[in-house]
C-alpha cells in the first residue's frame, strides 16, 4: 500500500441550535480527497465520541459516521455534514437541542492526499 496523508488536530467549535451550520474543518479537495475525524460532542454531562470519514469522489462528497460511543448520561446531540463548493469541502456540525445548552465539538482529523 503506497499512499501519503497530513495529519492536523485542535478542531474545536461550539455549535447553538440554528438552522447555519457551524463550520468544523475546510480543505480543499485537489489537496486532499479524503479526511477522517475523531470527534468528541460534549452537551452539558452529555458526551459523545465518534470517527466521521469525509471522501470527495470528483462529483458528490459522502459522509459515514461510525464508532459511535455515547456516555451514561446521554448522548450529545449534533450532526456531521459536508459540502463541496469551488473547490472546497467544508465540514459542518448542526444541533436542533442545543437552545439551553451548546454543543462543543473538538476534532483531530487526518487527510489523505489526493
Known amino acids: 500500500i503506497v499512499g501519503s496523508y497530513s495529519a492536523q488536530t485542535d478542531k474545536t467549535v461550539t455549535v447553538s441550535a440554528n438552522?447555519?451550520?457551524?463550520?468544523i474543518d475546510s480543505f480543499a479537495v485537489a489537496t486532499y480527497t479524503t479526511a477522517?475525524?475523531?470527534?468528541?460532542?460534549?452537551?452539558?454531562?452529555?458526551?459523545?465520541?465518534?470517527?466521521?470519514?469525509?471522501?470527495?469522489d470528483g462529483t458528490d462528497v459522502h459522509v459515514d459516521e461510525y464508532a459511535i460511543?455515547?456516555?451514561?448520561?446521554?448522548?450529545?446531540?449534533?450532526?456531521?455534514?459536508?459540502?463541496?463548493?469551488?473547490?472546497?469541502?467544508t465540514v459542518s456540525a448542526?444541533?436542533?437541542?442545543?437552545a439551553t445548552t451548546n454543543v462543543v465539538i473538538k476534532a483531530a482529523v487526518t487527510y489523505v492526499n489526493a
Not at 38 to 52: E, I, N
Open 19 to 23: 438552522s447555519t451550520p457551524t463550520t
Open 69 to 89: 460511543i455515547d456516555a451514561t448520561a446521554g448522548a450529545a446531540n449534533a450532526t456531521i455534514t459536508a459540502t463541496v463548493a469551488t473547490g472546497t469541502c
Open 94 to 98: 448542526s444541533s436542533s437541542d442545543a
Open 36 to 56: 477522517e475525524y475523531l470527534v468528541q460532542m460534549k452537551q452539558g454531562s452529555k458526551m459523545t465520541s465518534t470517527k466521521v470519514v469525509v471522501m470527495w
